[in-house]
């Protein structure tokens, strides 16, 4: 099925910017909350927006992706959180690195070969805390710690419209949904 969204580019300053639909991994609600809860307290001690939280899957421009076979793969996804990391990238700063398993990597391998997939970097399943230096991450220490201690169930996967690149907190500012899938639950 064709996407009402095609690339297209725009002036912004010197750069050139791409919108396209990028697809995150939602975390159920009680684990939703427990990241939701160190990502705002972040974004606030930077002035920034607040975001939801979200592992990142996978941008696409284009033709939409074949959802009914990436959301059989994804049944039931549950990942463990490995460490806390940080990183000099703007939208990898603070992050939750995760496990991958099995079908993750095949429901990720499925995106990837859907016409107009788009990847800066290899996959690495995460979750960002803050985007951009954070301003006082000691001060939050053990509730960012306490992230690492249970598993993460993802129930949702949604399109966002986002335009790259991610740079600014303003451009964090201007994402938007654009589709919301539900993950179907293990059997």
């Given at each position: ?12 300053g010197?750069?050139?910017r791409?919108?396209v ?24 001690q ?17 033709e939409?992706p ?20 940080r ?11 995760f496990?991958?398993n ?23 399943p ?9 301003a006082?991450?000691?001060?939050l ?17 949604v ?29």
């Amino acid at each position: 099925m064709a996407s009402p969204i095609c690339a297209t580019n725009m002036k912004r300053g010197m750069s050139e910017r791409q919108k396209v639909l990028s697809y995150w991994l939602m975390p159920s609600t009680p684990d939703a909350l427990r990241f939701q809860a160190v990502i705002d307290a972040l974004a606030d001690q930077q002035s920034a927006p607040r975001f939801r939280a979200h592992l990142s899957f996978g941008s696409v421009s284009g033709e939409e992706p074949p959802m009914e076979a990436i959301l059989s793969k994804l049944r039931g996804l549950t990942l463990n959180p490995v460490e806390i990391a940080r990183t000099p990238s703007f939208t990898m700063s603070l992050f939750v690195r995760f496990a991958p398993n099995q079908d993750l990597v095949e429901a990720r391998t499925l995106l990837a070969s859907s016409p107009g997939f788009q990847s800066s970097r290899a996959f690495d399943p995460h979750i960002s805390l803050c985007y951009g230096a954070p301003a006082n991450a000691d001060a939050l220490e053990p509730k960012i710690a306490a992230l690492l201690e249970k598993p993460v169930q993802f129930d949702r996967l949604v399109a966002m419209m986002v335009s790259l690149p991610v740079e600014t907190h303003e451009d964090v500012a201007a994402w938007t949904q654009y589709a919301s899938y539900r993950i179907p639950l293990a059997d």
